[in-house]
T-cell receptor
Framework: GQNIDQPTEMTATEGAIVQINCTYQ??????LFWYQQHAGEAPTFLSY??LDGLEEKGRFSSFLSRSKGYSYLLLKELQMKDSASYLC??????????WGAGTKLIIKP | GAVVSQHPSWVICKSGTSVKIECRSL??????MFWYRQFPKQSLMLMAT?????????EQGVEKDKFLINHASLTLSTLTVTSAHPEDSSFYIC????????????FGPGTRLTVL
């Protein structure tokens, strides 16, 4: 079956760095997305990785290793507004999205 | 648990026809279902929120007569794109939540609509 695993919840301190991991087993692979979702709001697109390596975009970076079925989202210089759920989603060979359950990130002052 | 399915996975239709997309929560009761539209590598755009047994609430700019939403039961919501046009071609994603606030949403795999 198809499966995406990410931690349920993580806690970090304002100003620090946090890494949210995502492992996947899917029928084929056409790309991996990271979204940020604040409670009651629509998910916001953060990144899209289709090739191995690190993609940096401001305070957020995303890494992909297709051979290991692994990705992480790295958030630097954490701010209180980064408290949200972070969703990992993989596009399979049929271009269907397989969603992780999301990681709730709690930022403490 | 918390699985959401969509049917069909993809559909190609002629301009002017109507297309129905189903969203089902397979192992839980979804008090609230959300319909999103996604263009490539962009954020999901919320189209409407539907609570079981009541009329859907549409976001600004979304035509309720064009995108008909029916949330007939706690496990099924349907989105009908009426008189589809090529500009309606997109990826439609639903999510389901046990609570009315949608604080924890479970997403479906999406339906890719292509209108010729």
């Amino acid at each position: 079956g198809q499966n995406i695993d990410q931690p349920t919840e993580m806690t970090a301190t304002e100003g620090a760095i946090v890494q949210i991991n995502c492992t996947y087993q899917t029928s084929g692979f056409n790309g991996l997305f990271w979204y940020q979702q604040h409670a009651g709001e629509a998910p916001t697109f953060l990144s899209y990785n289709v090739l191995d390596g690190l993609e940096e975009k401001g305070r957020f970076s995303s890494f992909l290793s297709r051979s290991k079925g692994y990705s992480y989202l790295l958030l630097k210089e954490l701010q209180m507004k980064d408290s949200a759920s972070y969703l990992c989603a993989v596009e399979d060979s049929n271009y269907q999205l397989i969603w992780g359950a999301g990681t709730k990130l709690i930022i403490k002052p | 648990g918390a699985v959401v399915s969509q049917h069909p996975s993809w559909v190609i239709c002629k301009s002017g026809t109507s297309v129905k997309i189903e969203c089902r929560s397979l192992d839980f009761q979804a008090t609230t279902m959300f319909w999103y539209r996604q263009f490539p590598k962009q954020s999901l755009m919320l189209m409407a929120t539907s609570n079981e047994g009541s009329k859907a609430t549409y976001e600004q700019g979304v035509e309720k007569d064009k995108f008909l939403i029916n949330h007939a039961s706690l496990t099924l919501s349907t989105l009908t794109v009426t008189s589809a046009h090529p500009e309606d071609s997109s990826f439609y994603i639903c999510s389901a939540s046990r609570d009315r606030g949608g604080n924890e949403q479970f997403f479906g795999p999406g339906t890719r609509l292509t209108v010729l």
